[in-house]
């Protein structure tokens, strides 16, 4: 199926990464749900799903500590479509792995009580209120330093608009015109694989590379959402088939190598709080770690702290469903330990990842790039403010 | 000219070792590495030098004094060694884990109930210099990585043994392995399951009783239960370790990694796929990462790494993509010697041909030497004039000098 789907060396690695094994004791881990299984369906044609195979968040840090280069996470969700669902559970989660859907009817992620209940919604997990991207009036034709589409994911474009907009203030601050791209609510097939749906994934990415609209003038796609961004880079050629027609770099990580070193000395006189920061799971697998933290650092925030949390268990949808509910709380249970109940501002790079760690911790949550185009509003008032002081 | 910044390419024990380094001299440093490295499958301990052709090594310190030279440690071995130790000694009081630096080998009992030398441990594993007056092996019902009876005969000697076999916990099935116990051990209801059983199957017991356990006592809240149980106990505790994946490892490896990316190193996941002639590499999805001189740190007994071929080529292990070449008038022979020069930079960890630490039970000290030597490579003197690790002073360490001594004098302990 895959390149080394059968190079397995069984040393357990994948094992000592994964978050959910060390919270749920029936979980029956990565090596067995992801090349075992697979060695035996292959051999059993018609093997049944294991048992808790769908507990797994697609979170992937067993396949980024393999080794033997495993795809042990997309083995496993190869496996979980498999399973044997009832038809409700089947169009609850036919609905889950279109988010590009939901986006167009956002107030939808509202649904609560008994309806929710029937359906298999989680009613504890808190959900996403709408609010939607306001398009510009007219998008700049191109910015002194070349054009850069803006990767406006689901999520962003139906409940945290406001990202996307104080992305594309900052990046045509920085001098670039902004695009956003897809033209329509469309998916990355992050959502559909991560719930066992590989084919539907495809059919859904497929779409969107079409619609895509990303042409030889435009330097880089700049994210805003961790997992589109792991999607699109490493997950689009390798498991989609798909092109990418241009470098995909995550928001945080563009503003480091492109902002201009004035822009940042520019931050320094708006006082910042404690900063947490959290890089989450599909972060760490696509990109590493470390980028936010020198990003809130080099925003001049007064103090920053690392959450130390491999997976918060929010995982796209995962925590929207009821069964999950149990794993997401003791998942992100760990954060809000650490936190015990200080107050500060959270950055991370995840709408659900937010929303899950904002009720674990109390936290006030939100996206950096909203968060530095405040610190930049505010640094511009406050010394505004001083040098009408010092004319005055 | 020092770089600002450098890429260590691995995260396993020399990576990090190399990239703490620098991080502590204030450069600005990249760990690249497509997996992880060794450092879930060890107990924890770093070891010296344990064998030499089958016999165990008594004095490491004299041994390296004695084969330097084939290791191009020469005459400086003692010092050199007093430096890396001492540094060493600081990044563990840095990650919470405060151990001495042994003056020789001291050893521990491994899961068979065979004694091997052991030199650096974490404060929660067993390391002896002799017989304790009384020892009580503790094994866990199910646990059959550890069976107590079979464990108690390393201790034979003495003191008193004894051995005692806890019941299953509440929630146990068959399926549950080490990482299962220690993540159970880690919450509260299985750290007073722990406590509970130990004090009833204990009892008083005989003064200065030692108490082992297998390596389970949690993941991340280790240090809590591990005082907790002592002072409950009123006795030493101390862990064997297991069979791979170890906790002791994983516990090393998180607090590691957390500590250096709150210094401010970054951490990028790929696979590396050529190393840039301005500097940093470039992974195999095309991003550019990273800075400066490039440090291979790529270990290799799990399949991954690099090999460096005898013309001072380096090709990745999986993909037999060329990585880089050995730098103008390096001599390719060098290729097949300890810290190898590749670009400006240097290879670390048990790549560097000569190094064997499953055979020769020299793992850790691999791994700091290496990494030092790589590491000074790029900004010559930096090791010798490291004063701090983060918070921690660096206090160079007293190792008292012994007559030289031969490995035919080492016996089998
Ligand atoms: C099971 C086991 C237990 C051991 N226990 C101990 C012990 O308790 N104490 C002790 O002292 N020694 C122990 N050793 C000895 C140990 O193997 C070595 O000393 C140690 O692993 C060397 O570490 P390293 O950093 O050189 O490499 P590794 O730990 O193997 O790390 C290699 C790193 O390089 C990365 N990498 C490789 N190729 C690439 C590439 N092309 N691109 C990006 N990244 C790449 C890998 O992803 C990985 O992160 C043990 C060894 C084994 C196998
Ligand atoms: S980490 Fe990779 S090689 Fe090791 S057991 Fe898991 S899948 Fe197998
Ligand atoms: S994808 Fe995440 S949750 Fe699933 S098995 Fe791998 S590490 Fe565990």
């Known amino acids: ?392 | 000219m020092t770089p600002g910044a450098v890429t260590v390419v691995g995260r396993g024990p020399a990576g990090l070792f190399a990239a703490t380094l620098l991080a502590a001299a204030g450069l600005s440093v990249h760990v690249v590495s497509s997996s992880s490295g060794t450092l879930p499958l060890w107990s924890g301990r770093f070891n010296f030098r344990d064998w030499d052709q089958g016999m165990v090594v008594d004095n490491p310190w004299d041994w390296w004094m004695e084969h330097g030279e084939q290791h191009f440690v020469g005459g400086t071995a003692r010092a050199r060694w007093r430096r890396l130790w001492s540094i060493w000694r600081a990044v563990g009081q840095q990650l919470g884990m405060d151990s001495a630096i042994p003056e020789r080998n001291r050893w521990t009992v491994t899961p068979l109930g065979r004694r091997r030398p052991v030199f650096w441990t974490p404060p929660w594993e067993l390391a002896l210099d002799r017989a304790p007056v009384a020892v009580a092996v503790v094994g866990l019902e199910g646990l059959l990585d550890f069976e107590p009876e079979l464990v108690a005969d390393g201790f034979q000697g003495p003191g008193a043994v004894r051995t005692l076999r806890l019941p299953w916990p509440p929630d146990w099935h068959r399926g549950w392995n080490t990482v299962r116990w220690g993540a159970f051990l880690d919450t509260g209801s299985g750290a007073d399951w722990l406590e509970q059983q130990l004090v009833r199957a204990l009892g008083r017991g005989p003064a200065g009783e030692l108490v082992v356990l297998p390596q389970v006592l949690g993941l991340s809240r280790t240090d809590v239960l591990h005082q907790r149980l002592e002072r409950r106990l009123d006795r030493l505790v101390r862990e064997v370790g297991l069979a791979p994946p170890g906790l002791g490892g994983m516990r090393l490896e998180a607090r590691w990694t957390a500590w250096l990316l709150s210094s401010g190193v970054q951490m990028h996941h790929g696979r590396v796929r050529a190393i840039r002639d301005a500097g940093g590499i470039t992974l195999t999805d095309g991003r550019p990462v990273g800075e400066g001189p490039v440090i291979l740190a790529t270990g290799g007994i799990l399949g991954g790494g690099v090999c460096l071929s005898a013309d001072g080529t380096g090709v990745d292990a999986i993909h037999r993509r060329l990585l880089g070449q050995l730098a103008e008038g390096d001599d390719p022979a060098r290729a097949l010697q300890w810290g190898l020069v590749l670009g400006d930079g240097g290879v670390a960890g048990r790549q560097t041909a000569g190094c064997d630490p499953d055979v020769h039970g020299d793992g850790g000290a691999v791994c700091l030497w290496t990494a030092a030597e790589a590491v000074d490579r790029v900004v010559p003197g930096l090791v010798d004039r490291l004063s701090r690790i983060g918070t921690v002073e660096v206090a160079v360490l007293d190792v008292s000098v012994r007559g030289p001594q031969t490995h035919k004098e080492a016996q089998r302990v």
């Open chain 1, 1 to 392: 199926m895959f390149d080394a789907d059968d190079a397995c060396l069984k040393c357990s690695l994948c094992v000592t990464a994964c978050p959910v094994y060390r919270e749920d004791p029936q979980f029956p881990g990565p090596k067995v749900l992801g090349p075992e299984w697979h060695r035996a369906a292959l051999a059993l044609p018609g093997l049944t799903a294991a048992d808790h195979v769908d507990d797994c968040t697609f979170c992937q840090l067993c396949e980024a500590a393999c080794p033997a280069d495993v795809p042990v996470a997309h083995l496993i969700a190869h496996h979980k479509a498999s399973q044997a669902k009832s038809p409700v559970v089947r169009l609850r989660d036919a609905v889950l792995a279109r988010p590009h859907l939901m986006a167009r009817a956002p107030g939808l992620a509202g649904l609560g009580g008994p309806p929710a209940r029937w359906v298999g919604l989680s009613v504890e997990t808190r959900r996403p209120r709408p609010q939607p991207l306001r398009w510009p009036a007219e998008p700049a034709a191109t910015g002194a330093r070349g054009i850069v589409a803006l990767f406006v994911d689901c999520f962003t474009r139906a409940y945290d608009g406001g990202a996307a907009e104080a992305a594309s203030r900052l990046l045509k601050a920085w001098g670039y015109a902004v695009r956003w791209v897809p033209r329509e609510s469309r998916c990355c097939g992050a959502a559909a694989y991560a719930a066992g749906q590989p084919a539907t994934a495809r059919r859904i990415a497929a779409a969107t590379a079409e619609d895509l609209g990303v042409n030889h003038g435009v330097q880089a796609i700049v994210t805003l959402n961790a997992t589109c961004d792991g999607t699109l880079r490493d997950e689009w050629p390798r498991y989609f088939h798909q092109d990418v027609p241009a470098p995909v770099v995550p928001f945080a990580a563009f503003a480091l190598a492109e902002a201009p070193p004035a822009f940042w000395d520019s931050l320094v006189a708006s006082p910042s709080g404690l900063v947490f920061v959290h890089t989450t799971c599909r972060a760490k697998v696509s990109q590493g770690e470390g980028a936010l933290l020198a990003l809130a650092r080099r925003a001049g925030a007064d103090v920053v702290e690392r959450l130390d949390v491999e997976c918060c268990g929010a995982a796209g949808s995962y925590a929207f469903k009821a069964e999950h509910h149990g794993v997401a709380q003791r998942l992100g249970r760990r954060a809000a330990g650490q936190v015990g109940g200080r107050s500060g501002t959270l950055l991370v790079d995840s709408g659900t990842c937010a929303l899950h760690l904002s009720q674990m911790t109390g936290l006030y949550a939100e996206h950096p790039a909203r968060w530095l185009d405040q610190r930049r509003r505010g640094s511009e008032a406050n010394l505004g403010r001083s040098t009408a002081a010092r004319r005055t």
